[in-house]
Each structure stands twice: as structure tokens, then as C-alpha cells.
């Protein structure tokens, strides 16, 4: 059971837009822990996507972006493309635990 | 190029150990705190371990306190995790990954290396 919630899979068409959600509780997001999003292309390693709830490196398309409110935060990707499907994971820091802690990934399928 | 390369992973008996290493290159290591997390098949990410810049201040998660350690030599530009009573539970791809002072996200990560305990 991870610490911060994810669904499992999310889906779209080429072209659509799709989110993902990320809980936490009050000891990790809704403590002020910034979030952060990462992008598992299959069998690589993570990449990072968006750090500090909305802000994306260098190189990562403006298709990609985050925000963050309470205890939740959220990853919306537009136009989506084939090359999107991934693995998609939330990061954050919990202050109970003394601990970075993750979402449980959630599958992008791009039909 | 900033790179992050994991080596000393394979299979190990239960109860075991392993020493898993991680060499930086294109950075200066010895400004940037380290971290190890893991990943066990078809499972999501779990951090298990960080230390400081100067090696000074270490974490670890529940999960393998007491087992493993974490370690570097700034010198040589390298990270390091002692393993030790491992368990068929700790099977998992370990990456190394990069932490800036001040933030809380990893950046950039290692390639992995497979670590498999089993009889």
C-alpha cells in the first residue's frame, strides 16, 4: 500500500487529454511537500517530468503539466501521442514517516 | 552528460549480501546528495536510502534499516549500498539517483542494476 494514491491505469485516444491524480494526506502534500511526477518509458529508468508541483525541466514538452491543491496534486497530459504510453509516478516527502515517498505508478495506455 | 551508472547487482542466496555501486560522472558528486531506490518486479518505486553531500547525515526506510548501508567516497566518485541478510522480498531493480540540496525530487537516475535473492 503506497503512501501517496494513484489509479492504476488511465487511457485516451491520440490527440485527448488525460490526468492523474496523486492523494496524499496531511503529513505528506497537505503538510506543504511539493510534488513531483515521474515518467517509467518500459524498461528504462524514471525520468523526471515535473518537479515542484508544476515546473517542468528542460526538454520536457509543454503537453505535460501538474498542479497541486490540499493534499492532492495532479499530472495532465495534452495531445496525447503513442510515445506517451509510460509508467507514471507521484513523488513527494513525508514528514511522519521521515521518508521521500511515492505514488503506486499508474499505467498511461494510449489507444 | 550528467550519468549515473549502477553496477554489482545478481542473484544471492537468502541471507546473503551484496555490494552495489554507483559511479557519477559529468557532475561534481561531491556537491549533491544520493539516494537509492528500488523497484521490485512489476511494482512501483520505493526510496529506501539517502546521504549527504559530505557523507555526514543518512536515511533509511523501514524497510532495510538494520541491513543495508549506504556510503560514497567523494573521491572516487562513487555511491555504495551494503546489503546484507537480504531477503526473497528485496529482489528488485536498484537505482541510484541524484538529489539537489534544498529540493525533494531525484534527478537524474542510474540505469538500474537487477538484484535477485532467491535459493
Known amino acids: 500500500q503506497s503512501v501517496l494514491t494513484q489509479p492504476p491505469s488511465v487511457s485516451g485516444a491520440p490527440g485527448q487529454r488525460v490526468t492523474i491524480s496523486c492523494t496524499g494526506s496531511s503529513s505528506n502534500i497537505g503538510a506543504g511537500y511539493d510534488v513531483h511526477w515521474y515518467q517509467q518509458l518500459p524498461g528504462t529508468a524514471p525520468k523526471l517530468l515535473i518537479y515542484g508541483n508544476s515546473n517542468r525541466p528542460s526538454g520536457v514538452p509543454d503537453r505535460f503539466s501538474g498542479s497541486k491543491s490540499g493534499t492532492s496534486a495532479s499530472l495532465a497530459i495534452t495531445g496525447l501521442q503513442a510515445e506517451d504510453e509510460a509508467d507514471y509516478y507521484c513523488q513527494s516527502y513525508d514528514i511522519s514517516l521521515s521518508a521521500w515517498v511515492f505514488g503506486g505508478g499508474t499505467k498511461l495506455t494510449v489507444l | 552528460e550528467v550519468q549515473l551508472v549502477e553496477s554489482g547487482g545478481g542473484l544471492v542466496q537468502p541471507g546473503g549480501s551484496l555490494r552495489l555501486s554507483c559511479a557519477a560522472s559529468g557532475f561534481t558528486f561531491s556537491n549533491y546528495e544520493m539516494n537509492w531506490v528500488r523497484q521490485a518486479p512489476g511494482k512501483g518505486l520505493e526510496w529506501i536510502s539517502y546521504?549527504?553531500?559530505?557523507?555526514?547525515?543518512?536515511y533509511y526506510a523501514d524497510s532495510v534499516k538494520g541491513r543495508f548501508t549506504i556510503s560514497r567516497d567523494n573521491a572516487k566518485n562513487s555511491l555504495y549500498l551494503q546489503m546484507n541478510s537480504l531477503r526473497a522480498e528485496d529482489t528488485s531493480i536498484y537505482y541510484c539517483?541524484?538529489?539537489?540540496?534544498?529540493?525533494?525530487?531525484?534527478?537524474?537516475w542510474g540505469q538500474g542494476t537487477l538484484v535477485t535473492v532467491s535459493s
Open positions: 546521504i549527504s553531500s559530505s557523507g555526514k547525515t543518512i
Open positions: 539517483a541524484r538529489k539537489s540540496t534544498g529540493t525533494t525530487w531525484f534527478d537524474p
